[in-house]
């Protein structure tokens, strides 16, 4: 068997990050990688070349142990020491470390797949993914689909989704509103998801079927699954839609722009919260079949000037995918891609489809898989025959059915012990539900009542803890002390005071100074932690920022305003 037909070469689909991207090379131009970590999901081969049938066995045995650290993934560093040298192999020794490789692969009931190639001392440096092979594995790759009002939101997750072209109506985005006065106005008030799958070979599962597909059906057939969180655009839902950007933590931003008003209403806003929330921006222009070409290249030069696009690359056909995907998976790079295409005639939606079965997933969950279960609850339900159901994303840990977790904090800060009935992912029963996946989770004798926005489940071992107070560093330019903006972080939304700035010396690309700034929450106290991000709206201050420290008393400050 020749061993392209046993290792399938793609591009990054898991959710680990790759080493490759790390390495370096020195005075000399040789290649290095971080030094290999004992635990982990990595492993550096300098050959599997002379592997004989018994070292084949413990290597498959290292392997086994590898993916469990990975949560079913695992990266291999061909032609790599353990010290990070890389040295490189020639093309037949290569190949037969390959071949030994989906040996031992095919024993676990895993494929593996060509990441990249580098060159080394001696030969190719060779990166792969390893992957087990199960039923209730997929990829999910999560997009925050935002705009202005009337940009064509809806009726592109609507084509996208249920594979109809749009009559020039909106007759494609009915099926992705939710409550009946949208369907009255047009307009999308509220957090719609819509799921678009694809199979190995990049093929659509949506449209596969003569009959409409539920969730189930795609999902029992897809290895990757694409979730669009279709937002409001309006102004006066800007809190849904901040709230979705925030508690869903999207993989990516679909900004759409309507080719004909361009730049307008919420999306500048809408794109300046995608940047402080760090969420790469894919800017998606519709409504070109209503322009011709010399207006659309007009059009798209004021779009990105009026954005201040840093690193714009207009993507028109599959030969630029390639460059693209590359750059977003170049953690030091900040791409922007831009697609042009219509609903109503369908031009360029295949290359948008193509890259949707093949955009590289933007966060890492590897690292958190073993850490204690955490669910950050966005919704809640009360469901006849099941009661009180609450969805969510698991960020840390894997939570099963019969899982015992802590429910809170509640408005004195305290948490309640709650078993979890079961667990649904995307509309599926499942076993588990893994970190960096979202699904619903029944509770057992909890009533919807005792359910707000900002709670949590979360592991009695993590050992959680409501707090007050807490100090982040903010990036504001009309941030002080005595005012009370309101705080969005995660799900979390509440006025709190700001009781001490002090200034620094950094400055951010727009020219505003980062600040030192302690906050009180003004209602009761809320789950965050450090690292975590934060947004300041309202009372005349607008920033962005990152909790430094929790649970901080007034008297280790000297109190002052800026």
């Not at 046993?6 to 131009?29: F, I, T, Y």
């Not at 093309?91 to 080394?120: F, H, T, Y």
């Not at 006849?384 to 894997?398: K, L, R």
């Amino acid at each position: 068997m020749e061993p392209e037909d046993l290792v399938k070469a793609v591009r990054h689909e898991g959710h680990l990050k790759s080493v490759m991207a790390e390495a370096q090379r020195d005075a000399q131009g040789v290649l290095h990688l971080p030094h290999e970590i004992e635990a982990g999901p990595v492993e550096y081969k300098r050959t599997l070349v002379h592997a004989s049938e018994e070292r084949i066995v413990h290597l498959t045995s290292q392997m086994k142990w590898r993916l469990r650290e990975g949560g079913g993934e695992a990266l291999y560093e061909i032609g790599v020491d353990d010290d990070g040298t890389a040295f490189g192999l020639c093309p037949c020794d290569l190949e037969k470390s390959l071949k030994n490789l989906a040996k031992m692969a095919r024993n676990l009931n895993a494929e593996i797949s060509v990441l990249c190639e580098r060159e080394g001392q001696e030969g190719k440096v060779c990166e792969l993914l390893v992957r087990e092979l199960r039923e209730d594995r997929y990829l999910d790759i999560r997009f925050a689909v935002c705009g202005n009002v009337s940009a064509g939101k809806s009726t592109l997750v609507g084509v996208l989704c249920f594979g109809e072209l749009d009559d020039g109506d909106g007759a494609a985005r009915i099926d992705c509103f939710t409550h009946p006065h949208e369907l009255i106005s047009g307009q999308t008030s509220s957090i719609t998801q819509e799921i678009m799958g694809f199979d190995r070979e990049g093929n659509c599962i949506n449209y596969s079927s003569i009959q409409d597909m539920s969730w189930g059906d795609i999902i029992e057939q897809s290895y990757r699954v694409i979730s669009f969180f279709d937002l409001a655009g309006h102004e006066r839902y800007l809190k849904t839609t901040l709230y979705g950007m925030s508690g869903q933590m999207p993989d990516y931003s679909f900004l759409v722009v309507s080719a004909e008003s361009g730049v307008g209403g919420t999306t500048r806003e809408h794109y300046e919260l995608s940047v402080a929330l760090k969420i790469p921006v894919v800017i998606v222009i519709t409504h070109i079949d209503s322009i011709s070409e010399e207006e659309l290249q007009v059009a798209t030069e004021k779009i990105i000037f009026d954005l201040n696009l840093t690193n714009p690359m207009t993507v028109s056909e599959e030969d630029d995918l390639k460059e693209c995907f590359e750059l977003l998976q170049d953690p030091n790079t900040c791409c922007e891609p831009i697609f042009f295409v219509s609903c109503v005639t369908g031009q360029s939606l295949d290359l948008l489809r193509t890259f949707l079965s093949g955009v590289p997933p933007r966060l890492v969950w590897g690292l958190q898989l073993h850490e204690p279960e955490e669910v950050v609850i966005d919704k809640s339900y009360d469901v006849s025959g099941v009661g009180t159901v609450v969805t969510g994303t698991v960020v840390s840990g894997t939570v099963h059915p019969n899982s015992e977790l802590l429910l809170g904090p509640k408005s004195d800060g305290s948490f309640t012990p709650v078993t979890i009935n079961s667990v649904h992912k995307k509309r599926v029963p499942v076993n588990q539900i893994v970190c960096g996946d979202d699904g619903s989770f029944a509770l057992q004798d909890t009533p919807r009542s005792q359910i707000r926005k900002g709670m949590v489940l979360v592991s009695s071992r993590a050992k959680p803890k409501a707090v007050w107070t807490f100090e982040a560093n903010v990036v504001s330019t009309s941030v002080r002390t005595n005012i009370e903006p309101i705080v969005q972080s995660r799900t979390v939304r509440q006025s709190a005071r700001i009781w001490h700035v002090e200034g620094t010396d950094v400055r951010s690309s727009l020219g505003a100074k980062s600040n030192i700034v302690c906050f009180k929450f003004k209602y009761q106290p809320e789950y965050v932690k450090p690292g975590m991000r934060i947004i300041l709206r309202e009372a005349g201050c607008k920033g962005i920022g990152t909790i430094t420290k929790v649970d901080i008393l007034e008297s280790d400050y000297t109190l002052f305003s800026t």
